[in-house]
């Protein structure tokens, strides 16, 4: 089946600071990419989603300058965490679908973030 | 946007016994309902899905009905096994997003 890898797996970081985590898919092209954050023993609630060459569209409530979302090439996305402070500490999970039609989405494994 | 609920929260069964799980949703414009089992610290792991054109799906001992007209469709598992137990997510989608459900955590007593 379709593998999404997403490096690092965890990362601490200093409060102010900037953090990028990357989402790969490795055998397909991931026409849609989806960024999801998830709290301890919650639901996954999703950030923004991307499109191959333009820009993401951010769900209600999400800070587009504080996660900025770059979705160069058809299997790669990064989401850079900008002026990280402690309540941005989080699970962070990537999916991606292969395109239009395509439901189904494949998950990344997460990259657990811890703000000091 | 669209708004998913999912219930219980917390589920506990006897090991043999079926479980259901519950969600609604708001948007008729989404088509395609999956359902994910996630184990602590992992991935969600798609186990069962469903799209609008379609009321009931089976695999082995996991079901999912749909009811477009009411907007809900359920997470059916029968002869549940201490491995079963896991979080799991209902989800509704358009195809462009996908919007998830609280989950529920579900316990199978051995």
């Known amino acids: 089946g379709a593998v999404v890898s997403q490096h690092p797996s965890w990362v601490i970081c200093k409060s102010g600071t900037s953090v990028k985590i990357e989402c790969r898919s490795l055998?397909?092209?991931?026409?849609?990419m989806f960024w999801y954050r998830q709290f301890p023993k919650q639901s996954l609630m999703l950030m923004a989603t991307s499109n191959e060459g333009s820009k993401a569209t951010y769900e209600q409530g999400v800070e587009k300058d504080k996660f900025l979302i770059n979705h160069a090439s058809l299997t790669l996305s990064t989401l850079t965490v900008t002026s990280a402070h402690p309540e941005d500490s989080s699970f962070y999970i990537c999916?991606?679908?292969?395109?239009?039609?395509?439901?189904?989405?494949?998950f990344g494994p997460g990259t657990r973030l811890t703000v000091t | 946007g669209e708004n998913v609920e999912q219930h219980p929260s917390t589920l506990s069964v006897q090991e043999g016994d079926s479980a259901v799980i519950k969600c609604t949703y708001s948007?008729?414009?989404?088509?395609?309902f999956p359902w994910y089992k996630q184990e602590l610290g992992k991935r969600p792991q798609l186990i069962i899905d469903?799209?609008?054109?379609?009321g009931e799906k089976k695999d082995q001992r996991i079901a999912v009905t749909l009811n477009k007209t009411a907007k809900h469709f359920s997470l059916h598992i029968t002869e549940t096994q201490p491995e079963d137990s896991a979080v799991y997510f209902c989800a509704a989608s358009t195809g462009n997003q996908f919007y998830f459900g609280t989950g529920t955590s579900l316990t199978v007593i051995p």
């Open positions: 055998d397909f092209q991931a026409t849609t």
């Open positions: 948007d008729s414009a989404s088509n395609y």
């Open positions: 469903i799209r609008s054109n379609v």
């Open positions: 999916s991606a679908s292969s395109g239009t039609g395509q439901y189904e989405q494949y």
